[in-house]
């Protein structure tokens, strides 16, 4: 009996990480920044801010709220709090009085932004204590976000149209990881993207992905883009087959809107597990397969007409993925766009620029589609005259068990001294 209320015991750092759960479920979002810095002051830290992502991915914003620390906005590109967001990992940073913390805020697989605290020394139970306050404190950012605008408003650093204002509303996070598979998504222009979506799922072993370009431009070409995202994830959630799915989009497409309008689309299933991909292509560029860095085919597929052309039943195409492999969809807007002397972008441009980047050390899905984002927009001088969007897919395999066994190796046994 002494042994088991030793072990149930309340410590420090459960009372610390107790009291932001127990609180969590009635807490405006306006009160999240104080108590935040309540429990990090608890601990002996000051100058707390929450960095949140803007919507081009080029810098973290922070927060405002009282008793937090606002600062200026930090570059994505070459600072600790883009580093510790684009990794994924803890930097911290000495300082004359101190060490200065960056802690990624990662909301189930997602990155919602970083949190930075300083504190005058930095110990093994601190940076436990301080990564696993940072998950609470992102899963609360993630579940008030439903329903407020604070954080919408935060990240936002121009005026968004209200085409981009639908489309926004209408995606899934921007990055999913999970042991066996990354994914990762980007759209541009940024505030005015109108026609471009994406979407995916992953139920049991199967990606379900779609990634498609509404023709036109401005609001019809979002109302097009929300009733195909609309109609795609209804026929995802009760049937099976790719082949289901395009005729239930092409079908309410061409309901709603007549024969003279039409989506492009990419719909695949990956089993996360085995590598094997299932594709149907209409109408769209096809996916580009990246292996050690470097292209290597298109991933071609038979002729599909258009969802809302009234278009036969597909033909699937079966691909197999090896370990590592990345899949890289992507709109024509990314080589449509015409560069200097009036030619488009082109396929072969947009394959050295994968090429190129190839080579240098990979930083993960996120990281490397956001370089490889801006990269392309440089490349064509700075212009986004139609929508832009890159999805890509990493596999990996294996199996994710052990996260379910409590001293297994991802997850271990918790010390009675954790305080």
């Not at 149930?8 to 405006?28: K, T, Y």
């Not at 799915?245 to 309008?261: L, N, V």
């Not at 490349?379 to 297994?408: K, Q």
Request: contains cysteine; proline residues 6%; charged residues 25%.
């Amino acid at each position: 009996m002494d042994e088991a209320s030793g072990d149930r015991a309340e410590g420090f750092g459960e009372r610390l990480l107790g009291l932001l759960l127990d609180r969590a479920r009635l807490m405006p979002p306006q009160l999240i920044a104080p108590l935040i810095a309540e429990e990090v002051a608890g601990i002996g830290g000051r100058d707390v801010s929450v960095l949140l992502q803007d919507y081009a991915q080029e810098l973290l914003v922070p927060l405002p709220g009282r008793k937090l620390h606002v600062g200026r906005p930090e570059p994505m590109a070459d600072s600790p709090a883009g580093r510790a967001f684009l990794s994924a990992d803890v930097v911290e940073v000495p300082q004359a009085h101190g060490v200065r913390m960056y802690l990624p805020l990662l909301g189930g697989s997602d990155q919602v932004g970083v949190m930075a605290v300083t504190l005058d020394a930095v110990g093994d139970d601190d940076r436990r204590l301080l990564r696993r306050l940072a998950g609470l404190v992102a899963d609360m950012l993630v579940t008030k976000s439903a329903y407020t605008d604070q954080f919408f408003q935060a990240r936002r650093r121009e005026p968004m149209s209200l085409s981009a204002e639908i489309q926004w509303s209408l995606l899934p996070p921007l990055t999913m990881t999970v042991p066996q598979v990354a994914v990762a998504g980007i759209l541009e222009p940024t505030y005015r993207v109108a026609g471009d979506s994406f979407d995916y799922a992953l139920n049991d072993d199967i990606l379900h992905v779609a990634v498609i370009d509404a023709m036109g431009h401005a609001l019809d070409a979002a109302v097009m883009a929300t009733v195909a995202i609309g109609a795609y994830r209804h026929a995802r959630r009760v049937f099976v087959s790719l082949a289901e799915k395009y005729a239930f989009m092409d079908d309410a497409i061409s309901r709603q809107f007549g024969p003279d309008h039409f989506v492009t689309a990419q719909l695949m299933h990956i089993n996360i597990a085995t590598g094997e991909m299932e594709l149907v292509n209409a109408g769209h560029p096809a996916p580009l397969l990246i292996r050690d860095g470097k292209v290597m085919r298109q991933l071609e597929s038979a002729t599909t007409l258009p969802v809302g052309f009234g278009g036969e039943k597909p033909r699937i195409r079966e691909h197999t993925l090896q370990q590592g492999d990345r899949v890289l969809c992507y709109t024509d807007g990314i080589i449509e766009e015409h560069v200097a002397g009036g030619e488009p972008f082109g396929e072969e441009r947009l394959i050295r620029c994968v090429n190129r980047l190839g080579e240098e050390p990979a930083q993960g899905v996120r990281a490397d589609l956001r370089r490889l984002s801006h990269t392309l927009k440089r490349e064509r001088g700075g212009r986004t005259s139609d929508d832009a969007t890159l999805f890509m897919i990493e596999w990996h395999g294996g199996a994710a068990d052990h996260l379910a066994v409590l001293d297994g190796p991802a997850l271990p046994k918790l010390r009675r001294s954790d305080k």
